[in-house]
């Protein structure tokens, strides 16, 4: 369920009158622990002056995802969104990624996008050492006890999941925005128990997948089917049509024809925009 935190000006912003909201972006969350936790950050985020509205999300597992909170806010009507990111360290090719994600969205979901803002990391900021200062001096430092035995060996199950999606975690895919693609698959998986569904998918990052061209890329066993230039959109159909229903999605597939090849429509996917009520709710 998503978590709201409010200010008093909020009202103002609801109706679709504008205002202000910041969106701080984590990673990833897989318990509800972190999302409380991220909710309590977001409640004094939204106390600082000038703040109308303060949300969380997340870009890689974890849900929301970045994309689902932009759109709750602009259905909202907020003038403004100054992302946050709250990650340590900051990949270089980050605020890239970032930014390229941003302007697809905006070019995949119609209408009218509020304002959106990117600002610096926690290691830019000037009361990093004031931050740093007040967690070292906390009374909550925790001493770990030396241990007594040996820690027990534990044993692991071996997947029964027959179905295997790879998702290129390289530098070309990386820039090309992975990060978002691996989120919204993690959160389809989850949403529809795809490890217990039919044969069972496994999901799991790669190095580079190969074809650097076509990022960002995935590939998808036992067929080894390569699909490139994936988007939120492909992935849902990726799911619906080749995980649950065994059927390669040609229109985002790569076959290996033994000679190089180049995305064939970088924007194939405005015939099929990102199913925002489908995701949002789910
Ligand atoms: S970096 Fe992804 S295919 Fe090479």
């Known amino acids: 369920m998503m978590q709201s935190t409010r200010t008093g000006k909020l009202d103002q912003a609801s109706a679709g009158h504008g205002g202000r909201a910041v969106l701080l972006v984590a990673r990833s969350a897989f318990a509800a622990a972190p999302h409380r936790e991220m909710a309590r950050i977001a409640t004094r985020a939204g106390r600082l002056p000038g703040v109308d509205r303060a949300e969380f999300c997340f870009i890689e597992q974890g849900t929301p995802s970045l994309l689902e909170r932009l759109l709750e806010l602009r259905r909202e009507g907020l003038a403004e969104i100054t992302l946050v990111p709250l990650m340590l360290p900051i990949e270089p090719g980050f605020r890239n990624w970032l930014v390229r994600c941003l302007r697809r969205w905006q070019g995949e979901v119609p209408g009218r996008w509020p304002r959106l803002s990117i600002a610096s990391g926690p ?52 820039e090309a925005g992975a ?29 580079c997948l190969g074809p650097c061209s076509l990022a960002p890329v995935l590939q998808v066993f036992p067929e080894g089917t390569y699909y490139g230039g994936v988007t939120e959109a492909a992935i849902d159909a990726i799911v619906e049509e080749h995980l649950l229903g065994g059927r390669v999605v040609e229109k985002h597939a790569y076959p290996p024809t033994g000679r190089k090849q180049r995305l064939r429509d970088p924007h194939a996917d405005s015939a099929t925009p990102y199913r925002e009520k489908d995701e949002i709710h789910a």
Do not use: F, Y
């Not at 007040?134 to 035995?149: A, K, N």
């Not at 490890?195 to 069972?200: F, I, M, N, P």
């Open 179 to 207: 990060d978002a693609i691996w989120g919204h698959l993690r959160n389809c998986q989850e949403r529809r128990k795809l490890r217990v569904t039919g044969d069972g998918v496994m999901t799991a990052k790669s190095t």
């Open 123 to 174: 290691a830019e900021s000037p009361a990093l050492e004031t931050l740093l200062e007040s967690v070292l001096t906390d009374e909550r430092v925790e001493i770990i006890p030396e241990p007594g035995r040996p820690l027990a060996v534990e044993g692991s199950i071996v997947p029964a999941q027959k179905r295997r999606v790879l998702v290129c975690a390289g530098r070309a895919c990386n």
